[in-house]
């Protein structure tokens, strides 16, 4: 049962002539690309520099617009949705990042970076935002009361936990882990893909996982996609893929 199913996606950048300043040629940074992610799942999306994993990754989380196709959140196309539609999307496909180090804003405490989308959202939990906040630091092996610390005060890996925490404080469905381990120590790398595993198992959900190589998603990914060029040129069960690849 597919919770997310993407037709036919393209994104084309214009490429600016400096001197005319008018369109002259486009980047196919995705150039029709077509996957089903299952309930529960995980799907690697592996592929060198430049072929066009993070765009894919920014179209389906809502922060680019794509040029054509159909994104299917739980069968309803999400790219043709009203304003309310588009806002309940948002909670429902939420992002981590590649690096936690920028990615968390250093003036804002774990309270305010994790509370942070309820304020957006205008959420009030039940229970309050200070403790739902303190459940989902728990959830990802944080202890809460760090909460009023600051991400200088974390090391990497346990600001990649801020992030995945931040990630599922709307209790999205789909996460889209942008590289979420390649900014770590390897000695971490495998903690924190152990924790999404774990969190996988209790929450149900389910993840597309984007990674330059097969090394890390080998370990999470029951299936892979391997894109170039801004199409997916192999897909498949894991171990197909990584012996072709
Ligand atoms: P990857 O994540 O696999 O490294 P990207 O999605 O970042 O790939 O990039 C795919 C292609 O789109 C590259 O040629 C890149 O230069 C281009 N690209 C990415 N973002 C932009 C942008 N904002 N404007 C123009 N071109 C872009
Ligand atoms: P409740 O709904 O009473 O909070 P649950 O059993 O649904 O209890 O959740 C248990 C814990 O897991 C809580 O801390 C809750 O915030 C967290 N949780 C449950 N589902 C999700 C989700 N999809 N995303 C993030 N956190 C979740």
């Known amino acids: 049962d597919p919770v997310l199913e993407v037709r036919d996606l393209v994104k084309h950048y214009p490429v600016r002539n400096g001197l005319f300043r ?6 196919k940074a ?14 690697g999306l592996v592929g060198e ?5 993070s765009t894919l990754a920014r179209v389906l989380v809502g922060i680019e617009k794509p040029t054509s196709g159909q994104v299917l959140v739980d069968g309803e196309d999400v790219l043709h949705l009203s304003r309310a539609g588009r806002k309940q999307l948002r909670r429902d496909v939420q992002m981590v990042f590649q690096d936690p180090y920028t ?3 250093p003036r804002m405490s774990v309270t305010e970076i994790v509370g942070e989308p309820f304020a957006i959202h205008g959420i009030d939990p039940a229970g309050g935002r200070r403790a ?10 944080l202890d809460p009361d760090h909460a009023n610390r600051y991400p200088h005060q974390f090391s990497g890996g346990q600001r990649q936990r801020v992030g995945i925490a931040r990630a599922l404080a709307l209790r999205p469905k789909i996460l889209v882990c942008d590289e979420p381990v ?3 120590d390897v000695s971490v790398q ?8 774990d969190l996988q198992a209790e929450l149900g959900l389910s993840y597309l996982f984007v990674a330059h190589d097969l090394g890390v998603v080998r370990h999470i990914a029951h299936d892979v996609a391997v894109m170039y060029l801004g199409r997916i040129v192999e897909l498949g069960p894991e171990g197909d893929v990584y012996d072709a690849a």
């Open 132 to 141: 739902a906040v303190g459940e989902l630091l728990e959830l990802v092996g």
């Open 22 to 27: 008018r369109s002259v040629a486009a980047v």
């Open 190 to 197: 495998g903690q924190v893909i152990n924790l999404l595993e």
């Open 49 to 53: 520099s430049g072929s066009g994993k």
């Open 30 to 43: 995705v150039d029709g690309v077509s996957l089903r992610l299952d309930r529960g799942r995980t799907l």
């Open 182 to 184: 390649s900014a770590l």
């Open 103 to 105: 990615s968390l804003n």
